[in-house]
């Protein structure tokens, strides 16, 4: 299956700072990536559908000036939280879905290890 | 809008008990079902995938069931361990290469 890393695994930062986390699909070429958003104690939330070459799809009620997400090449998708506040800090987590340039199909969603935010 | 639930939020059980986890979604026009294990503080590991065509798929002590026209898949632990423990997450896809909607997820405490 397919292989995702995300970079930093967590961050530490002051309020009012940019932080960019980095998500790759290592041995599989994905149009699509996917970003989530952990708070404590909660489940997963969709924030954004990240599209290879074209710009990113954002939930309702996500701010996609404040999370700007790049998807420049098929293999990495990028999410930048702009001006960072404390009430960002959560667990970050991307996902490749199931279907990809390369021609295979996978029916699983692949999810990253995902950053921990920390926003002081 | 796809809604999934599950139940129960938590659940403690001593070691070598078989449980069952939840899983309810309100559009069964599903692509897959799929179950996650997550530690505190960590990633979220495959568990076991279902296909909308399957109605059950195993993998060790662990077994999914998917009733697509219920809209319920459950998830049964044989002979939990303590290792078990962990907030157990269900997902269904909507379609090959959409996003999945999660459910809040069960925290599964198997005490020794």
């Known amino acids: 299956g397919a292989v995702v890393s995300q970079h930093p695994s967590w961050v530490i930062c002051k309020s009012g700072t940019s932080v960019k986390i980095e998500c790759r699909s290592l041995?599989?070429?994905?149009?699509?990536m996917f970003w989530y958003r952990q708070f404590p104690k909660q489940s997963l939330m969709l924030m954004a559908t990240?599209?290879?070459?074209?710009?990113?799809?954002?939930e309702q009620g996500v701010e996609k000036d404040k999370f700007l997400i790049n998807h420049a090449s098929l293999t990495l998708s990028t999410l930048t939280v702009t001006s960072a506040h404390p009430e960002d800090s959560s667990f970050y987590i991307c996902?490749?879905?199931?279907?990809?340039?390369?021609?295979?199909?996978?029916?699983?969603?692949?999810f990253g290890p995902g950053t921990r935010l920390t926003v002081l | 809008k796809q809604e999934v639930t599950q139940i129960p939020a938590a659940l403690s059980v001593p070691e070598g008990e078989n449980l069952v986890l939840n899983c309810s979604f309100t559009?069964?026009?599903?692509?897959?079902l799929q179950w996650f294990r997550q530690d505190p503080g960590k990633g979220l590991t495959s568990l076991l995938l279902?296909?909308?065509?399957?109605r059950e798929q195993t993998s060790g002590r662990l077994n999914a069931s998917l009733d697509k026209s219920s809209g319920r898949s459950t998830l049964y632990i044989a002979a939990s361990q303590p290792g078990d423990s962990a907030t157990y997450l269900c997902?269904?896809?909507?379609?090959?290469?959409?996003?999945?909607?999660f459910g809040d997820g069960t925290t599964l405490t198997v005490k020794p």
């Open positions: 996902s490749v879905p199931g279907q990809g340039r390369a021609g295979v199909i996978y029916n699983e969603q692949f």
């Open positions: 041995d599989f070429q994905a149009t699509t």
């Open positions: 990240s599209n290879e070459g074209s710009k990113a799809t954002y």
């Open positions: 559009d069964s026009a599903i692509y897959n």
């Open positions: 279902i296909q909308s065509s399957q």
């Open positions: 997902a269904v896809k909507a379609n090959g290469a959409g996003k999945s909607t």
